[in-house]
């Protein structure tokens, strides 16, 4: 059996999929299954619904199941059903708002850009698993948060805003602290970590104590393929391209900062708790 990692892999050996991805469907319709084709003929017929659906809930109204979808996008050259809508998004020109502002002023074209990320990613989220993070840190006993670098100040606003809601919630900024109080996690507990990269060390090594104590492991990353994205029980992977203006660690740090704001809606609605004022 293959582990994630090998697949990972396995899928970046593959030959990238054409740049119209809703044609390589249709170039691929014969040579596939029954069940594929029939999620393959949802896709074709309803491109801009599949954008912000999970893989689970096409798999629902194809009935078919999630392997099949998953499946599916592999016999287009993509890794998984992410890859597959943010393509989509590409491809039907959503969220092109960058067209629309004056060319010679930076500052519009640079806002017009982070107004596309967020669209892309209002897209492409899985909704379901960010209910299911949110689920994990409304229920637990006690949350760590770990992070280090540039993904710090999110980690911070975002375990004060915890605080301020009553949650016990740890939040150190040194490494060594963070490794102290992951070990004193259990299996009430919840470890979050917060990084673009998802490779760095001091992050990792407290979630794979947490894990190794029996918490819960969540995590907050920019690409499917990291480190952390395969230690976390729960991982969001969400980011942003480089451009002109921006590298590509500030472009997906906006891309987290909006995802944190749809935690913090989703704990507030689920405890029936005003939003603070800023």
């Not at 029954?34 to 003929?41: E, L, M």
């Not at 710090?152 to 490794?179: C, H, K, M």
């Not at 749809?262 to 704990?267: C, D, G, K, Q």
Request: contains cysteine; neutral net charge; glycine residues 8%.
């Amino acid at each position: 059996m293959h582990t994630a990692i090998e697949r990972e892999r396995a899928w970046a050996r593959a030959d990238p999929a054409p740049i119209g991805v809703l044609e390589s469907l249709r170039a691929a319709l014969p040579s596939l299954s029954a069940r594929s084709r029939q999620a393959a003929g949802f896709v074709l017929s309803h491109p801009d619904r599949i954008v912000g659906m999970s893989a689970a809930r096409i798999a629902g109204a194809t009935n078919t199941s999630v392997g099949t979808v998953v499946r599916l996008c592999h016999a287009v050259g993509l890794p998984g059903i992410q890859e597959l809508k943010l393509r989509l998004i590409s491809e039907l020109g959503l969220g092109r708002i960058a067209d629309s502002v004056p060319t010679d002023s930076q500052g519009a074209a640079t806002l017009a850009r982070i107004i596309e990320d967020l669209c892309r990613t209002a897209a492409a989220l899985d909704h379901d698993l960010i209910e299911r993070l949110a689920a994990a840190l409304g229920g637990t006993d006690r949350a760590l948060l770990v992070s280090s670098g540039t993904s710090q100040p999110l980690a911070i606003e975002f375990g004060n805003w915890l605080s301020s809601q009553g949650r016990a919630v740890s939040y150190p900024t040194d490494s060594g602290t963070q490794a102290a109080v992951s070990r004193q996690l259990g299996p009430s507990d919840v470890c979050f970590a917060i990084s673009h990269s998802g490779v760095t060390e001091a992050t990792l090594a407290p979630m794979r104590t947490a894990a190794a104590n029996g918490a819960r492991t969540v995590a907050l990353t920019s690409y499917s393929g990291a480190p952390l994205a395969h230690l976390a029980d729960i991982a969001i992977v969400a980011g942003a391209a480089a451009d002109g203006a921006r590298s590509e660690e500030m472009a997906s740090r906006m891309v987290h900062h909006a995802v944190l704001q749809v935690l913090r809606t989703l704990l507030s609605v689920s405890h029936r708790t005003p939003l603070p004022k800023e």
